[in-house]
């Protein structure tokens, strides 16, 4: 199946990251979220990493002609002209499902439906849609134009037609896929979500400092970011809601959410996106909060 035109719903941090992946690719693109001002920014953080690139060397067109492959859509009915929909919205598995209800409803019989989602059932979201076996996980890492794998999710009842578009999807935007069954946490999140937690409680138990506990996976395990870091990065509310889908699916202890991290998400205190997490990103360089 050929697609032409991609209907990105959620335009935070990944949404906007898929926009911008898929119009370089050469896509359309409609990009959607609650509200127009959400949507704006968006654009307004695509358009900045595009004029990053550029300054790179790594653009092979103008800043404005990819932009103008993005077009805003201000609501789900945008979804009527689309081939694929790949969904971003909060990682809640009721707003995924209602999301996918509606655009059951709105979008032509041959759009596959793909979920960006870290941890959240496939073979659940599809049960919201009349078309489950068209109902897939592609999973991007954050930030997406940077990061090169797409985790592609199977769902119960998803075909293997669906799988190879998803496939032929990633690889035309310039990715790697892995094939995951539908389990909480796929293979990905279920492995990196555990580290994550356990540098959280490392800091909880007042076992080392912010930096100290990063430092720690990234000299001597040789990863490219600390833990905090990480969670900083990807959000501390995802985080939180990953760990407890993780924890729920799977039954085990080892999944549960640190408290330090549900008091940040009370605090407001959610990483990157609002200034400060395990660091304070207020300065021209990042500082411990903690
Ligand atoms: N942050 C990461 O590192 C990361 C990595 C891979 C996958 N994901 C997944 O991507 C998804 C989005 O995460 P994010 O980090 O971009 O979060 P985010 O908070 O930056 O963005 C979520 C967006 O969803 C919007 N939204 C909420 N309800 C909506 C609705 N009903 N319709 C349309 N938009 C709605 C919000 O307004 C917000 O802009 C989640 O499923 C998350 O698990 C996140």
Known sequence: MEVKTI????????????????????????????????????RENIAKQLERAQEKGKLQETVGAVLERIRPALDLSAGASADAVIEAVVEKEQIKKDTFKKLDGICPPHTIFASNTSSISITK????????????????????????????????????????????????????????????????????????NEGVYALYQGLGSVEDIDKA?????????????????VGIDTIVNVLEILYEGHGDPKYFPCPLLRQMVVAGHLGRKTGRGFYDYSGKEKKPAL
């Open 7 to 42: 209907f990105v719903v959620g335009a935070g941090q990944m949404g906007s990251g898929i926009a911008q992946v898929a119009a370089q690719a050469g896509f359309q693109v409609l990009l959607s979220d609650v509200s127009e001002k959400i949507i704006a920014a968006g």
């Open 217 to 233: 996976n990234r000299l001597g395990l040789n990863h490219p970011m600390g833990p905090l870091e990480l969670a900083d990065l």
């Open 125 to 196: 979201i599809a049960s919201a849609t009349q078309r489950p076996e068209k109902v897939v996980g592609m999973h991007f890492f954050n930030p997406a134009p940077v990061m090169r794998l797409v985790e592609i999710v199977k769902g119960y009842l998803t075909s293997q037609e669906t799988v190879e578009t998803i496939r032929q999807l990633a690889q035309a935007m310039g990715k790697e896929t892995i094939l995951a069954k539908d389990y909480p946490g796929f293979l990905s999140t279920r492995i990196g979500m555990p580290v994550i």
